[in-house]
């Protein structure tokens, strides 16, 4: 009778956090998309079919969500291309890869293609995970390689991104599934994030204080069975290496650029320190900026978002140039 007691209470500190989670990433997302444009249309395009072409909801799976929309150059005329894939935000629960489209259509004028790819989205019905989730992007990346192929733009190089949800799917291809993507994976850029899972830093849920909670989030998080005693006595952290970005960082990994924000109530901002640490123990090329008065939108540091999409163009064109 006690251990039903317990999953029971298990189940509801899960319900609470999840609902907490979910309110609070769609909550933001749409303050990010009514917050005015601080650059004023330098990182948009009017697009139009000189620029490219826009092929949507292309399969790479048997999942509803298993689809990918891919942005080509007019220009088909060089021999190979880079691509860049999008990861769109939504607190692993929500959002869609059309969210993207201007940052998307931005960065094919610039002459790269470009794609969005869409995963599972956690419900109460299924069991989507961050795990789950990360290992959709890794399926859709031969076929995004190959249907770019088939319509005549040879793949040799490419940069993942995304932000919130999508930096954490984009920080672990760039990092744990590098080795087996199909297409050499030159860099990796995001904003805010979980970069890392260690509860005392997730203090924002409380998971600092509760080892109930962190057990469900973490258990639900990284699709494995995390017990409150794991959480008490720190030997959990194999159960969280297949979604902690810092956790594979090696003298290998690839060049990043990050931002985050300190006033961050979606992202606990502790986790970044964990990757940055990494990054420095491993002699990694990154640049870390740190947005003191801002939240998870970035939304009030102006000048270092905008620092931010500079290094975006700078790594661009320093890891992923465009070919002559």
Known sequence: MKKKEKRGTHKVLWGFIYVITFIAAFITSVVVKLTSDPFHGAYQVKWNDAMGTIYTDVPYGEGEKNKFDLYVPADNSK???GLIVYIHAGGFTSGDKSD???MLKWLCSKGYVAAGINYTLRTEDNNASVYSQSLEIKEAMPYVAAEAEKLGYKLDKMAVSGGSAGGTLALLYAYRDADTSPIPVKMVFECVGPASFYHEDWTNYGLDKSPEAAAGLFSVMSGNTITSEMIAERSYYDEVKNISADMWVNEKTVP?????????????????KHLVEALEKNNVPYDYIECPHSGHGLQNDNKLYGLYMEKVNEYLNRYLPVSS
């Open 100 to 102: 993207d489209a201007e």
């Open 256 to 272: 990043t650029l990050i931002a985050y924000g300190t006033k961050d109530k979606v992202c606990p901002f502790g986790t970044v």
């Open 79 to 81: 021999e190979s291309y």
